[in-house]
């Protein structure tokens, strides 16, 4: 063996060892932060937030037609008293007393802004004032409709998603909290009066998207 190859042998031997005693260069995956809820578009009818769990396309409206279904309402009440702790408390958990040293000429209601979580949507085809009506229920009670009136292109929106809309990868939940009814006010800062309305709906429909 020549001084020359010897040289060069040595040099391929050197180098090959540094290449193998080189460790892996391992570049950590950079994940965006999470910087909390954010709103990423907005309609006339809807509002579209953006969370870490999905985006999810929120629309609320005040429930049509519950006028004729006060007593389907109150059975979905008498049910909700006994299976959702929502209905626990009444009248912001206000004894008479408080009623009558915090407020005056306000009703305080029994179960102001519960909300009812078992709702589900149906469409009416059949129905002869609106072949497009969709109806609300509270478990097994048809307690009104989506309104027509000063929320039409929510309705149409609603209405597409319920009929063919929805992605594979979109889910679409319905839900209601309640107005009016039985209350309790302070007229004179002697007693307190116990009256009753109708009870009122407020109405939600979200449409989440999932991410993953």
């Not at 040595?10 to 999470?34: A, D, F, G, L």
């Not at 809807?46 to 870490?52: A, G, H, P």
């Amino acid at each position: 063996m020549g001084m020359l190859d010897f040289i060069f042998k040595n040099r391929n031997t050197s180098s090959k060892k540094e290449t193998e005693e080189q460790p892996e260069i391992v570049i950590p995956e950079v994940k965006e932060e999470y910087k909390g809820p954010e709103t990423i578009a907005e309609t006339n009818y809807s509002t579209t937030i953006k969370e870490k769990n999905g985006v999810f396309e929120r629309l609320e409206f005040k429930i049509a037609g519950t006028s004729f279904h006060q007593p389907a309402i109150k059975k979905a009440i008498k049910e909700a008293k006994e299976h959702s702790f929502y209905f626990d408390e009444k009248y912001n958990g206000m004894s008479n007393k408080e009623i009558l040293e915090e407020t005056f000429d306000e009703p305080v209601f029994e179960f102001e802004g519960a909300p009812f979580t078992d709702c589900s949507l149906k469409l009416e085809p059949d129905n002869k004032y609106d072949p497009e009506a969709i109806a609300v229920y509270i478990g097994s009670f048809l307690v009104g409709y989506i309104p027509e009136k000063d929320f039409s292109e929510g309705k149409k929106y609603i209405y597409g998603q319920l009929t063919g809309g929805l992605k594979e990868n979109q889910e679409l939940n319905p839900s209601a909290s309640l107005r009016g009814g039985k209350y309790k006010i302070n007229r004179g800062d002697e007693k307190v009066e116990i009256g009753e309305s109708d009870y009122k709906l407020d109405g939600y429909v979200t449409i989440k998207t999932n991410l993953e």
